[in-house]
């Protein structure tokens, strides 16, 4: 009697075993839920726990609650400046509205491929209204926070957020980049040139104040040289003429003597002159007593007569 009662009590306690398991769910933290009846959404489900549904008509649909990637292709861009860019580009962006966003795009791969056609086109939009100085310099930022702006308003009827774009980086092709290269070349050899002809130019300056302060310390130099040159000219004549009318038969001699000593100069010295020549007249009278005299008083002369100046 009791056996043909606890077979339907069993099945009974299956049963609602069953029903109980397939009526909960776990929503976990980084995740977000939406309750489908029919393929009719019901609930959005944004906060963690153990969730009820009606087993075997009501379903659930997870969405990521985190920051998802979003890594577009590469992109060629033409600036203002018409020259071309390859930009690489990335968003980050979270589904904001689970339920808008299962009505506009159902699945996350769809989301991404639809959102990174709408950031390409942002991108080239604004790119295309800036310069390539403009991207390589501080307003980088600004051109990134605009892009993502607009972006936001074109992925807000989807119901995601986009938390940040940036751009990863941006090349120029290689056609350009040679381009670009040849001409900032030839821009730093024009530079240089030029510095080199400011350098020469102030060379030529400098080397021309210098050879004139050269010519006026050799001037007056040569002026002061002059000067002293004649003083002693002049003290030396000054002398000589007092000492030639001190004694003039002396003063004679002494000049034959620097006249033998210069004209007789070194071993190879050679004069072919007549005997009676006046020249060695003072030979012919090697035994006169003029000359022992003269000679006697030569070295008093020497003594007493200043040096030339030089």
């Known amino acids: 009697m009791k056996a043909r009662f606890l077979v339907p009590l069993a099945i009974l ?15 976990q933290q ?62 980050r962006y979270r589904i904001s509205d689970p339920l808008r966003f299962y009505q506009a795009v159902r699945t996350e791969a769809t989301a991404a491929s639809r959102l990174g056609s709408i950031v390409n086109a942002t991108m080239r939009g604004v790119l295309g209204n800036v310069t390539l100085a403009s991207v390589l310099s501080e307003e980088r930022v600004g051109i990134m926070n605009s892009i993502r702006d607009q972006v936001n308003e074109e992925v807000s009827r989807f119901g995601i957020e986009i938390v940040d774009v940036r751009i990863r980086r941006s090349d120029l092709p290689d056609e350009t980049s040679q381009a670009v290269y040849d001409r900032m070349q030839s821009e730093r050899e024009r530079e240089a040139a030029e510095f080199r002809a400011q350098g020469f130019e102030q060379a030529q300056r400098i080397r021309a104040s210098a050879d004139r302060e050269a010519t006026v310390i050799r001037a007056e130099a040569t002026r002061e040289s002059q000067i002293l040159r004649g003083q002693g000219e002049a003290e030396r004549t000054t002398t000589l ?70």
């Open 13 to 27: 306690l299956g049963g609602g075993l069953i029903l109980l398991l397939a009526s909960l769910f776990t929503v």
């Open 241 to 310: 003429s007092e000492a030639f009318g001190r004694d003039a038969e002396f003063f004679e001699f002494y000049r034959s003597m620097q006249a033998y000593v210069e004209a007789i100069d070194g071993d190879n010295s050679l004069l072919v002159l007549p005997p009676d020549n006046d020249f060695f007249r003072y030979f012919n009278q090697a035994g006169g007593a003029n000359a022992p005299q003269a000679a006697q008083r030569a070295p008093l002369l020497e003594e007493s007569a200043p040096a030339p100046a030089e």
């Open 30 to 91: 980084t995740q977000q839920a939406l309750v489908l009846q029919f393929g009719e959404p019901r609930r959005v489900i944004t906060e963690p726990g153990l969730k009820f549904k009606i087993p075997f008509i009501q379903n659930v649909l997870y969405y990521e609650r985190r920051v998802l990637n979003l890594d577009p292709p590469t992109q060629r861009v033409l600036l203002t400046d018409q020259k071309p860019l390859l930009v690489d580009s990335y968003a």
